[in-house]
């Protein structure tokens, strides 16, 4: 049974920075995209930003890619997301979830997640 854990989650004054980390377990991981997804209050829940394990690809769907940066420790089955320059929009609850399928690309089909982590910025 695949275990996927989001840590790091809390509040930060805008223009701040925040590091999630997810660390899945249960299977091998080494051909997965992983990924992580934000749930703002009121609204869907979108993909914020996936890494391929296979080739360290990585996929930022929305203009978070210049605030936001996947990276990811193959040994440890974690990936990270260190988030800066927090605006109050970016208030939501973080998932980390975890695709064996590395062909889908861009990153679709997410099966296993976690319950996801709290991120609230001030302004």
């Known amino acids: 049974q695949v275990h996927v854990v989001e840590s790091g989650g809390g509040l930060v004054q805008a223009g701040g920075s925040l590091r999630l980390s997810c660390v899945a377990s249960g299977r091998t991981f080494s051909r997965d995209v992983m990924a992580w997804f934000r749930q703002p209050p009121g609204k869907e829940r979108e993909l914020v930003a996936a890494?391929?394990?296979?080739?360290?690809?990585?996929y930022y769907p929305h203009t978070e890619k210049g605030r936001f940066t996947i990276s990811g420790d193959s040994a440890k089955n974690m990936v990270n997301l260190q988030m800066s320059s927090l605006k109050p929009e970016d208030t939501a609850v973080y998932y980390c979830?975890?695709?064996?399928?590395?062909?889908?690309?861009?990153?679709?089909?997410?099966?296993?997640w976690g319950q996801g982590t709290q991120v609230t910025v001030s302004s």
């Open positions: 890494l391929r394990w296979s080739d360290s690809a990585t």
């Open positions: 979830a975890t695709n064996p399928y590395e062909d889908s690309w861009p990153p679709w089909g997410f099966a296993s």
